[in-house]
């Protein structure tokens, strides 16, 4: 079974801190993703990664960046947190892309910031 | 830009019912389109994904059918029980790579 974990479940921070969310998946896959979650918003992609080192915007990128040093871990980082910011945040990954691929998600990270 | 929209928000059976619930978008290009549970709090889990140049998907109790050229997708409960209480969302893709995610039905199913 493809596993996706994400490195808390619960987060509050403050306005204007440095927030580092991660993610780590244990199938070798190519793809992963980065969405938060919002009442009435549905979930929204913030980035995403298909190879090592590689990051293609979503629809929402402002405020976040991401880091992808190795296959396994995607990082979502916010530079300087703010209220806006508070969410669940999701991770995903899928093999490669391809048209029978699925999405694999983690439980999620809810972040609160004051 | 892809819009994907589900109706109804919310929806609330006693058990043993059959349900439909619906998955319309803008852009029948897609690639694929899948249907995921997730239970309150929690992640997404996928439950059934329909290829572009599918009609229709099964998997035990849940049947998933896409018409493409109107934009739309069902997914059909059988015989329903408490434990399929949850939100169902449907995701397309029109490229392998960005999905767009309907907000969601939000189903409960009373004992």
């Known amino acids: 079974d493809v596993k996706v974990t994400q490195s808390s479940r619960y987060l509050v921070k403050r306005t204007g801190e440095k927030v580092f969310l991660e993610c780590v998946q244990d199938?070798?896959?190519?793809?992963m993703f980065w969405y938060r979650q919002d009442p009435g918003l549905g979930l929204r992609l913030i980035y995403f990664?298909?190879?090592?080192?590689?990051?293609e915007k979503g629809d929402i990128p402002e405020g976040y960046s991401v880091s992808r040093e190795k296959k396994e871990r995607f990082s979502l980082i916010l530079e300087s947190a703010s209220t806006n910011q508070t969410s669940m945040y999701l991770c995903?990954?899928?093999?490669?892309?391809?048209?029978?691929?699925?999405?694999?998600f983690g439980p999620g990270t809810r972040l609160t910031v004051l | 830009k892809q819009e994907v929209t589900q109706i109804p928000a919310a929806l609330s059976v006693p058990e043993g019912e059959n349900l439909v619930l619906n998955c319309s978008f803008t852009d029948s290009a897609i690639y694929n389109l899948q249907w995921f549970r997730q239970d309150p709090g929690k992640g997404l889990t996928s439950l059934l994904l329909i290829q572009s140049s599918q009609r229709e998907q099964t998997s035990g109790r849940l049947n998933a059918s896409l018409d493409k050229s109107s934009g739309r997708s069902t997914l059909y409960i059988a015989a329903s029980q408490p434990g399929d209480s949850a939100t169902y969302l449907c995701?397309?893709?029109?490229?392998?790579?960005?999905?767009?995610f309907g907000t969601g039905t939000s189903l409960t199913v009373i004992p």
């Open positions: 995903a990954s899928s093999l490669d892309g391809g048209v029978g691929d699925t999405q694999y």
């Open positions: 995701a397309v893709t029109n490229t392998g790579n960005q999905f767009y």
């Open positions: 199938m070798d896959h190519e793809n």
């Open positions: 990664s298909y190879d090592v080192k590689m990051k």
